[in-house]
């Protein structure tokens, strides 16, 4: 199912969601313009090593956690950071307008942070970096999908368009990521290219922060 919009109404311009979406994709551009071999050792310096964390040897050195943040902005592939950037166009606008701006941007690094930490807890001693902002935009999901249960997400499932909750919605996509991390977990051999504990991670620390950035009445940041 490829979402394409969403019926929740908007009252407020999403200005983080935007600045977000363009430090992502004007990194993905600058880093495409690079020499290969620059844009490979920014990703390791720049993306969250699990190896690098866990005493394992490794010629990266101690960062004070800095990539478990800026990894969130970087991205591997077209295809990665255009989904990436979908969910959040769809699903963001309305989260940051019921935390505000400056809320919405903590609540965004915070849950980020700890979609990043629980990647490394599963998996310690992988020597190849963890990138992407699909954790953080999985706490986003998380609070959309507390927030607006029943609002109607407009589906694509080929060959037909079907306006589905948002509950049901984002219930599939948790469990598909749960099957995916519990799959990879049982069956080592099984080849991992998406951080799916990350996806969880992220989904389980916004719905567990979500209330705590909402905004009370009357304020706008």
């Known amino acids: 199912m490829i979402p394409i919009r969403d019926t929740a109404p908007c009252n407020s311009k999403p200005y983080i969601t935007w600045l977000i979406m363009s430090v992502c994709i004007g990194i993905f551009i600058g880093m495409k313009l690079m020499p290969d071999q620059i844009a490979i050792n920014l990703l390791s310096q720049y993306g969250m090593v699990p190896a690098r964390y866990s005493g394992v040897s490794t010629s990266l050195h101690f960062d004070g956690y800095l990539s478990f943040i800026t990894n969130l902005f970087l991205h ?110 049982i069956f080592e051999e099984t080849p991992i290219n998406v951080a799916w504990w990350a996806h969880l991670g992220g989904f389980v620390a916004g719905g567990a922060l979500y209330r705590l950035f909402i905004k009370k009445k009357n304020e706008v940041f």
């Open 76 to 185: 591997a592939t077209w295809t990665h950071l255009l989904v990436n950037m979908w969910f959040m166009w769809i699903f963001a606008d309305n989260i940051e307008d019921r935390m505000g701006h400056g809320r919405f941007l903590f609540f965004y690094l915070v849950c980020g942070f700890f979609a990043t930490l629980l990647q490394w807890y599963f998996d310690p001693t992988l020597d190849i970096p963890v990138i992407g902002a699909s954790g953080a935009i999985a706490s986003v999901l998380a609070a959309y999908f507390f927030l607006y249960p029943m609002e109607r997400v407009v589906v694509f499932f080929p060959p037909m368009i079907f306006h589905v909750p948002a509950i049901a919605f984002l219930g599939v996509w948790v469990l598909l990521q749960l099957h995916n991390a519990t799959t990879a977990m």
